[in-house]
């Protein structure tokens, strides 16, 4: 990348846990999907969530946006138990999800794609001048100046436009924790840098970031806190600032660190000492 993306390791957490997961736990027949796992994400904090393929990160994240119900185990928000039921359920709590294929209209501008299935109306008409104005407020809160137009239909954005109006699309609605499944995947290096700074930005503006990533580079570009799937399985939650990527391949690759940790009750333990920070609870 041409410039470092704007942040500052941190080794302190940020802020309170805003979203945890308690022993979650997520079985389809016989196939234990998730068993046991600890997880959160705090205020302010970018949180990687990596793992190989079918290790669970994608069943975590829909059981998280009310796709699937939990089968054990406990969510809360901002410390509050709560039962997701659907994906609207989610949206009502503050939790937005950005999905690889964005879910955008084409053949629609920018702001018909934020407030798609919310538009704003009065006296039964779209209050376009509303919606223009939130976008235009959005967009300028996310320091973002790319899209040249609100006007201009997504068709005519580039790939790192398209997803930094998923993005935006994601927080216009009072969001308190944003989750990101692979925003920099197909995009070139300029647009990933671009990307990633949005992601930085939202976390400095007080929102639980979750970034699912296979990209080490940009996980310790940009994350606070890094948490492991193995297996169904937390193998870890570490800050970022006190591992390296050998570790986190490790624990990617076989569940367990070089010296000595292992999976337990949905926790990494080495030594005397959790890997997982911040008090999950398993």
């Keep these: ?163 930094t109006v998923a993005i935006a699309r994601a927080v216009l609605w009072n969001s308190k924790v944003v989750i990101l499944d692979e925003p920099t995947a197909a995009l070139g290096v300029a647009q990933t840098e671009q990307v990633l700074n949005l992601v930085r930005r939202l976390a400095d503006k007080g929102l639980a970031v979750v970034l699912i990533s296979h990209n080490m580079n940009e996980v310790f570009e940009v994350a606070d806190s890094i948490a492991v799937l193995y297996l169904g399985q937390m193998a870890g939650q570490i800050r970022a600032a006190d591992s390296n990527r050998g570790e986190v391949v490790e624990l990617i690759t076989t569940g367990t660190r070089g010296n000595g940790g292992s999976i337990l009750n949905g926790r990494a333990d080495v030594g005397s000492a959790t890997v997982s920070d911040g008090g999950s609870k398993a």
Excluded: W
Aim: aromatic share 4%; hydrophobic share 40%.
């Design 1 to 163: 990348m041409t410039q470092t993306v704007e942040r500052a390791a941190r080794k302190a957490p940020t802020g309170p846990a805003i979203l945890e997961v308690r022993n979650g736990g997520k079985s389809f027949g016989a196939v234990h999907v998730l068993r046991g796992v600890a997880f959160e994400a705090r205020a302010g904090d970018v949180t990687a969530l990596v793992g190989d393929n079918g290790a669970g990160k994608s069943t975590l994240i829909k059981c998280i946006a009310g796709i699937y119900p939990f089968d054990s185990g406990e969510l809360f928000l901002e410390g509050e138990r709560v039962h997701i039921t659907d994906p609207a359920h989610a949206n009502s709590l503050g939790i937005e999800v950005v999905y690889q294929d964005l879910a955008l209209c084409d053949n629609m501008d920018v702001v018909h794609n934020l407030f798609l299935g919310r538009e704003l109306r009065k006296h039964g008409f779209l209050d376009e001048a509303a919606m223009e104005r939130q976008t235009g407020e959005v967009l300028a809160a996310l320091s973002v100046r790319s899209v040249k137009s609100i006007r201009q239909h997504v068709s005519s954005l580039s790939g790192g436009q398209r997803q």
